[in-house]
């Protein structure tokens, strides 16, 4: 009889910083009364992250979202746009709050980005741009895209929401396509809080997206385009200030996490398991994703989300129901079967990865899935078609 963890047992925790380093920096906010609108503080952050990017290309933003929505009207993508359903679904809101037609395409088995021969198939007269997602912080499959970016004169955009400290080589993913958005949001292994940013190739672009997250502000008595308000403030600054230091050990710790659950979810039977990366990219374990073959393991995806429960472990779903299927997408002509993410989307179940997690509870949730396959395994297989008789 396996017991149920006595506290939660969420998908993440956000890492937080000691207490009274983070009461340090307040103080000097206390003292500058400087809460928002370009402080110092974010000054100092932005600085840092030129420094760990290697380019000054970055821009800083409340949240993901609003990041990528402005990177989309800054860069003047309209028309159609190339993108996945397989996404949390504010990839796509980017794309609607800029009047662009998102067009679904199907992703790969192994590792949920876009399919690139579905991307090239999928290209019209009016196609401006791709907006792939490195989806769970796993690499797109950077040279096939880009080659198709090339060849068809398209913006190659990267929702990399999920990618913060991810390299190919020596190379940051920061630094592939036009452009890359990172989210800070607490629920990343790298956060402020709440928070976005933007990086890209092109300097120019730099000035656009600080006036589109001042409101278009040039200077007090000039607006030069139709801006938002989207900037990131101090408290957050401090927070993603605060929170880079422990980068290297919230990577180290969050795969430390991965290879234990890898190692004991292996060879369980209906459970699958993302191939190994390939050596040259240095993953940052954002998630845990598995998939869950219903006849093999013995019970749905659905039901092992809902058993785990029991044990106080509180799974997710991500990214089930595909965008696509979200009632405010349902009008957009799919023309793709999206064959492999609609398999996905139905099997696919993340489980519990951050830095605080022990791996005395990764152990304990392995052992309850185990568990709970074996006991499928005792119950009776009741045919009905053959009970009926
Ligand atoms: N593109 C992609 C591919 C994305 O995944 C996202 C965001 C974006 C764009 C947009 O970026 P942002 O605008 O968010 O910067 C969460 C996050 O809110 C969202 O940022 C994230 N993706 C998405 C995948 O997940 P929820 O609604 O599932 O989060 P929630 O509140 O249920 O939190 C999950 C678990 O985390 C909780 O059960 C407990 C724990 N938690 C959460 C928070 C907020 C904490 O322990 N403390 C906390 O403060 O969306």
């Excluded at 800083?60 to 993108?83: H, P, R, Y």
């Excluded at 402020?192 to 672009?205: R, V």
């Excluded at 951050?354 to 006991?375: F, K, P, R």
Aim: hydrophobic fraction near 40%; glycine fraction near 6%.
């Amino acid at each position: 009889m396996i017991k149920p963890f006595e506290k939660p047992i969420y998908v993440t925790r956000p890492f937080l910083p000691p207490l009274e380093k983070f009461c340090q920096g307040l103080q000097e906010i206390w003292e500058t009364r400087w809460l928002t609108n370009n402080g110092p503080i974010l000054q100092r952050f932005t600085q840092e992250l030129c420094n760990f990017f290697e380019t000054d290309n970055v821009c800083l933003f409340n949240n993901g979202t609003l990041a990528l929505q402005i990177a989309l009207q800054g860069m003047g993508i309209s028309g159609e746009v190339i993108t996945t359903p397989y996404t949390f679904v504010a990839t796509t809101h980017a794309l609607f709050w800029n009047k662009i037609r998102p067009v679904f395409v199907d992703i790969e088995p192994e590792y949920y980005t876009l399919d690139p021969e579905k991307v090239e198939a999928a290209i019209t007269p009016w196609t401006t741009a791709i907006l792939a997602v490195h989806v769970y912080g796993y690499p797109c499959k950077l040279n096939a895209l880009a080659d198709i970016a090339r060849r068809h004169n398209l913006k190659l955009i990267y929702d990399a929401a999920h990618a913060f400290g991810v390299k190919v080589g020596i190379k940051s993913i920061a630094h592939f396509g036009d452009l890359g958005m990172f989210s800070f949001h607490a629920t990343k292994l790298f956060h402020s809080l709440e928070g976005g940013m933007l990086i890209f190739q092109e300097a120019g672009l730099k000035g656009i997206f600080d006036y589109l997250k001042n409101f278009g502000f040039k200077n007090e008595v000039e607006v030069v385009m139709p801006g938002t308000n989207a900037k990131m403030n101090e408290m957050q600054a401090l927070m993603g200030i605060q929170v880079l230091k422990y980068l290297e050990e919230i990577i180290h710790k969050r795969a430390m996490i991965t290879n234990l659950y890898r190692q004991h979810l292996k060879e369980v039977p209906g459970i699958r398991l993302v191939p190994s990366l390939s050596p040259d990219i240095r993953y940052n374990h954002a998630y845990m994703p598995i998939e869950v073959d219903e006849q093999e393991f013995g019970m749905s995806r659905d039901t092992l989300y809902e058993k785990l429960k029991e044990y106080n472990v509180y799974t997710r779903r991500y990214f089930h129901p595909l965008v696509c299927d979200y009632a405010c997408y349902r009008n957009v002509s799919v023309n793709d079967p999206l064959t492999v993410a609609r398999r996905v989307a139905d099997c696919i179940l993340t489980l519990p990865i951050y830095d605080g997690l022990e791996l005395s509870d990764v152990e304990a949730i392995c052992e309850i899935i185990q568990h709970l396959q074996h006991e499928t395994l005792r119950e009776p297989i009741v045919n009905f078609a053959t009970s009926r008789e």
